[in-house]
Nanobody, 128 residues
Framework: VQLQASGGGLVQPGGSLRLSCAVS????????IGWFRQAPGKEREAVSC????????YYIDTVKGRFTISRDNAKNTVYLQMHSLKPEDTAVYYC??????????????????????WGQGTLVTVSS
């Protein structure tokens, strides 16, 4: 199983970026893909999550209305479109896969302990 995150970079405040997470070697009946981020000196936090089977999406409050998570099942890829980026969005962003989480709430899906597979991080820097 491999998760390949990409799309990070340097962007000015108010700008946009799209992160991609390509998933390979893994097609369980039900799983979810989550995006997490970790800023220097801070704990890893869940940003957003999408159920691959039914498309349900979840967001942390601080990104609602600015970030959109989506999936392309044909390409086995999950995207995180980020708009109106702020300096506090600066972090290393990780994508991860959780299996056997049917019916889980956002509270549960925001817990990194449920995610069995992790990709490498991609750095997002929001700065002028």
């Amino acid at each position: 199983v491999q998760l390949q995150a990409s799309g990070g970079g340097l962007v000015q405040p108010g700008g946009s970026l799209r992160l991609s997470c390509a998933v390979s070697g893994f097609t369980p009946a039900y799983y979810a893909i989550g995006w997490f981020r970790q800023a220097p000196g801070k704990e890893r936090e869940a940003v957003s999550c999408i159920s691959i089977s039914d498309g349900n999406t979840y967001y942390i409050d601080t990104v609602k209305g600015r970030f959109t998570i989506s999936r392309d099942n044909a390409k086995n890829t999950v995207y995180l479109q980020m708009h109106s980026l702020k300096p506090e969005d600066t972090a290393v962003y990780y994508c991860a896969a959780a299996v056997d989480v049917y019916g889980f709430s956002w509270y549960q899906l925001s817990d990194p302990r449920y995610y069995r597979y992790w990709g490498q991080g991609t750095l997002v820097t929001v700065s002028s």
